[in-house]
């Protein structure tokens, strides 16, 4: 069965500093890998994803996240995080054909202004 | 239409009661899934449609939990005798089937059952 874990329940930082989220998963076969945000108060939005190809992908606000197959990995990292940032982020993976979607169990971000 | 729908966006309904909750994908997607979300969790997967096709429900999380999606287009939830323990936000998301980003969900608003 797949599963993902998220190394960090709860990252706390000031606002310039670099972000590094981790994200590993079990899953035998070929995955789609994707990290979706949620602000305050909002739903679930996609921030990047991987299909296939270039294991570096890069999202919207200035997010990118590097697949490594053979460490089951896909970080998600920010060079300077805003306090606009702050949010919780899930990591999830997925079967080659959507059949099974797993999100992992979330990081919260606090940036501090 | 510029997004996911669901309602009620909130439920307050007493143990034993059945709900009911309604999901409107964006209208040319043709993929349907059901999330639950507890608090400090991740979605958890419940099942998912292809049309009206109901193509996973063994993650449902017990038979008292159904889906429809009669149509094809909007589809409903629905929680029988409701227990303290299915207090939690429903989501709903879909996709389109069929081109690049078919695997790409977007996901609704959520409806908020709490069970008194």
């Known amino acids: 069965a797949q599963s993902v874990s998220q190394h960090n329940h709860h990252v706390i930082l000031s606002e310039a500093a670099s972000l590094e989220l981790g994200c590993n998963y079990s899953y035998g076969g070929t995955v789609n890998l994707f990290w979706y945000v949620q602000y305050p108060g909002q739903h679930l939005q996609l921030l990047l994803k991987?299909?296939?190809?270039?294991?570096l992908v890069k999202g919207i606000k200035g997010f990118e996240a590097e697949f490594i197959k053979s460490k089951f990995s896909f970080n998600l990292r920010k060079p300077s995080v805003q306090w606009s940032d702050t949010a919780e982020y899930f990591c999830a993976v997925s079967s080659e054909y959507g059949q099974n979607f797993v999100f992992g169990p979330g990081t919260r971000l606090s940036v501090l202004p | 239409d510029t997004g996911v729908s669901q309602n009620p966006r909130h439920k307050i309904t007493k143990r034993g009661q059945n709900v009911t909750f309604r999901c409107d994908p964006i209208?040319?997607?043709?993929?349907l899934y059901w999330y639950r979300q507890t608090l400090g969790q991740g979605p958890e997967f419940l099942t998912y449609f292809q049309n009206e096709a109901q193509l996973e429900k063994s993650r449902l999380l017990s038979d008292r939990f159904s889906a429809e999606r009669p149509k094809g287009s909007f589809s409903t939830l629905e929680i029988q005798r409701t227990e303290q323990g299915d207090s939690a936000m429903y989501l709903c998301a879909s996709s389109l089937v069929g081109t690049p980003a078919y695997n790409e969900q977007f996901f609704g608003p959520g409806t908020r059952l709490t069970v008194l």
């Open positions: 991987y299909f296939s190809g270039d294991p």
């Open positions: 209208s040319e997607h043709n993929r």
